[in-house]
Structure formats: structure tokens, C-alpha cells
């Protein structure tokens, strides 16, 4: 029998106005839906309360994304007892309520739910996904970190359980300035907690992005040093940012990268690329067949929609061709033409067609 619970949904707002009616109508089935917004001056809180929203301002000096979720969770009525953190550019699909009071037990601290990532709010096809622990008890969570803040459990035993029934979509507002405030806070939580290989990483890439490209190598090579990395498609992730930056080492880094996460397509294409570009058609050969084999995402933030597209199935078909083996030029020529963008057909078109033309004169002896 399912659970009655008490349900609240909450989160820390600033200048949302375009995201708060999507927002709040989505989490319109919990008990409570309560924001604390850090000093909107658009129409954030005006929008929130005219959809039953409780705002509550709040002042955090310095910022820090922590202190502002933990003040946000403190404003919680204490009868509250399981508590949903979403944030503005997030939305909940409708039954959301049902499945969690179905999954919850008495036991149960947190619960994952599946976060889907859209390119935008009316085009449903999921680009990525990922298991978050969105739901989580009232009482014996905080959180840690000044950014890229995680909830951490401080009582006897955490209990977990998931529901990938439950989909909590993400919108991404790139128009927002916040990221601005990130390598800062990064670096912030960096030297809090040198040891915490996941802002390790995420330090690293953030310098990798603004091109202070020593640092970056210097922070992948500690996170790959580190007892808490353990992650291995992140553990392959920072392997593949090393070779781009290292090209002296780079087959060096793909092998390893390889061989900690072999079910990545991402490796065998970077493998591919390189390969090709050394005309090394025997080796080009072994990784892109070795990649089409994967033929599922990790489901991770890591995963990259560009090596889920054709250009794998298009360095493949050259590969093939190079070695004579014209039913697979053709095979994964066909299938580059179906997955390529209009701007790239024509080409893939000529290969095709040559391929096909090669594979008639094989077989006629010519």
C-alpha cells in the first residue's frame, strides 16, 4: 500500500521570470512548493506567488550555491517528509507525484529519479540522461560545496532507492550570466576539500574551456591519482581531454582511456579521427569496428550525442575500403548517408556510390 506523505518542492531562485510558471505548474501536486530567491529584480517573485508559490527572500554574502540550498531547506515546515530539490530550468512530468508515494518506503532517505535533458521545452527527445537524487527525507541532509553543490547525508544510514518512472526534464538557460561565478567557487572548493576527485575533474575542465590548458592537465592527472576516482566512464572522460591537450601522448591517453571504460563509442571515435588522420587504415579499421559494436549510451552526463551520429559509420567505411572489405564499405557507408545532417550528404553520397562501384568491379574480378 502506498505511502501518504507530506511533499515539498523546493529551490533557490534569481531572475527565473521565464521558467517560474513551467516550474511551479510542474510540482502543482506537492504539499508545499517553497523558493527562496536571492534578490530577483525581474518578475520572478511576482510570478511564483501568482501560482501559489511560497517565496521567501533571502541574502547570501559571500555567495555560495550551499548556504543558499541549505537556507532554502531550512525553510521547510517540519512536517514535511519527503523533500523535492528541483531547479528553475527543471520541470517534472505529470504522475510524478503517484510513482514516488508508490517507490517510497519508510526507510528510504533519498530516492534517484531520471533527469532528461531537452534542447528545448516543446521538442520531447531526450539528448542525455542521468540518474539523480532529487528526493531525499526532511531531516539528515545538507549540502556541500560552494558550487556544483551535492546533498550530503549526515545520519546513521542512508537508504537509497530509484525510480526511473519518475522524469524531472532540463531546459538549460544559456542566456544566463551564472556561470560566470563558477571557476571562482570552483577553485573555492578545490582548496576546501583537495581530495574530492568529482570538483577535481570539474576544476580541470573548467580551466581545459578558458584555455589555461597547464592547470587543466595538472588537475586531470591529481583526479586520476586520487583513491576517490573511481568513476570510470569520468576516469575515461579526463583521459580524452589529456590526449587532446597532450597531441605528443595522445594515442597513449585513448589506449588508456580504452581500456578503463571499453563500452564508450566516444573513445573509439576519437581513436578513428586519429587514426585516419595518420592514413593508418588497418588500425582505423579495428576502432571503428570496435565502436559501432556499442550500441548503448552510458546514460551519464559524459555521454556526447556527436558519436551517436555518422561520422563513426563515414571514417568506417573509408577504413573498410582501404582493405577491400567493399560489403562493409557499403554497409556503414548507407548507414553514415541515413544519420548525416543535409550539409554533409552530397559528400556521403559520392562515397557511396564509389563504394558501390567498387564492390561491383570486386566481385566481377576487375
Not at 86 to 109: I, Q, S
Request: charged share 30%.
Amino acid at each position: 500500500m502506498a505511502l501518504q506523505l507530506k511533499i515539498a518542492v523546493y529551490t533557490i531562485a534569481l531572475n527565473e521570470a521565464g521558467n517560474a510558471e513551467r516550474w511551479a505548474n510542474s510540482a502543482v501536486d506537492a504539499d508545499y512548493r517553497i523558493v527562496a530567491d536571492s534578490g530577483s529584480t525581474d518578475e520572478t517573485v511576482e510570478c511564483l506567488t501568482r501560482a501559489g508559490v511560497t517565496v521567501h527572500r533571502i541574502t547570501i554574502r559571500p555567495w555560495r550555491f550551499d548556504d543558499a540550498r541549505n537556507a532554502a531547506l531550512a525553510l521547510l515546515p517540519a512536517d514535511v517528509d519527503v523533500c523535492a530539490t528541483m531547479d528553475m530550468d527543471r520541470f517534472l512530468e505529470p504522475g510524478w507525484r503517484e510513482k514516488l508515494e508508490a517507490v517510497w518506503t519508510p526507510d528510504t532517505t533519498a530516492l534517484f529519479c531520471r533527469v532528461v535533458y531537452r534542447s528545448n521545452v516543446d521538442d520531447p527527445t531526450p539528448l542525455r540522461w542521468w540518474p539523480a537524487k532529487n528526493f531525499h527525507c526532511r531531516w539528515g541532509y545538507r549540502f556541500r560545496r560552494p558550487v556544483h553543490e551535492a546533498l550530503a547525508f549526515n545520519g546513521e544510514k542512508e537508504v537509497t532507492r530509484s525510480c526511473d518512472d519518475i522524469v524531472m526534464c532540463e531546459v538549460q538557460d544559456l542566456g544566463k550570466p551564472t556561470r560566470a561565478q563558477y571557476l571562482p567557487l570552483m577553485e573555492l572548493a578545490h582548496r576546501e576539500d583537495p581530495e574530492d576527485a568529482q570538483i577535481c575533474f570539474w576544476l580541470g575542465r573548467e580551466y581545459m574551456w578558458v584555455k589555461r590548458q597547464e592547470q587543466a592537465i595538472e588537475l586531470f592527472q591529481r583526479y586520476l591519482a586520487l583513491p576517490s576516482s573511481t568513476w570510470r566512464e569520468e576516469r575515461s572522460e579526463a583521459m580524452r581531454y589529456l590526449a587532446r591537450m597532450q597531441p605528443d601522448q595522445k594515442i597513449a591517453w585513448l589506449d588508456k582511456a580504452r581500456t578503463e571504460a571499453p563500452h564508450r563509442r566516444e573513445i573509439w571515435l576519437d581513436l578513428a579521427e586519429e587514426f585516419h588522420g595518420q592514413s593508418d587504415w588497418l588500425n582505423l579499421f579495428w576502432a571503428c569496428s570496435n565502436g559501432i559494436e556499442k550500441t548503448h549510451r552510458t546514460g551519464s552526463y559524459l555521454d556526447d550525442a556527436s558519436s551517436w551520429g555518422f561520422r563513426l559509420f563515414d571514417l568506417g567505411a573509408i577504413g573498410a575500403w582501404h582493405l577491400n572489405v567493399m560489403d562493409l564499405a557499403v554497409k556503414w557507408g548507407e548507414k553514415a548517408l541515413e544519420l548525416a545532417s543535409e550539409d554533409q550528404r552530397p559528400r556521403l553520397k559520392n562515397n557511396l556510390d564509389f563504394f558501390i562501384r567498387r564492390r561491383r568491379e570486386v566481385r566481377a574480378g576487375t
